[in-house]
């Protein structure tokens, strides 16, 4: 979002509008992460390609068909990406100099209906991200083993342990063999998922 603020602020909505239509792929993938442990293994090892957005084999089928994303959100993204398709593509009505080919062209400078169609498809977005993130938080959260202690970040479970006291109160540090990314919990808390 900030990438696509700062190219618009800069004049160059195209640019920005291709940043948007690259944030939502980027919140949809990670809503299909959650459903596909092995595509989040893949990407994680440099190995994900990504699937199409849309269409039969699309992102939004499945996570529809998986009831995980509403038809609407899912309408509401695709009819995003087409419209969003044309900064990607080259469409001329997209172009910084667009009319150039005509003479219409006035060159770099600022165009206030430019900037609205830019903040229109922006608000649209953000908006869009929110509500998709939301439900995969609520998904992750509804779905993590609670038996079990998962790494925050890649969700692995190996974890190197450290033992501590702070306050009177023990904790563990629990830091990922994977990722290195570390988490302190309570003793108790962690001895009731195995770690002791």
Partial sequence: MNC????ASNLYYKQALQILRNLLEE???EMHFCANRSAFDDWKSGNFRMPPFRGKRGMLRQLTSEKLLPKELARVASDLYENLNGSIHGAENRLVHRGIFAGSSAGLIFKYERFAEWAQYFSKCVNFGIQVLRLTVNYWAQNR???RIQCSICHREDFDIERDEFANHSYLKLTC???GSSMNLNSEWAAQRGYE
């Fill in 27 to 29: 919140v949809v993938v």
């Fill in 145 to 147: 083993p609670d038996d």
């Fill in 4 to 7: 696509s603020i700062l190219l």
């Fill in 177 to 179: 063999r994977n990722c």
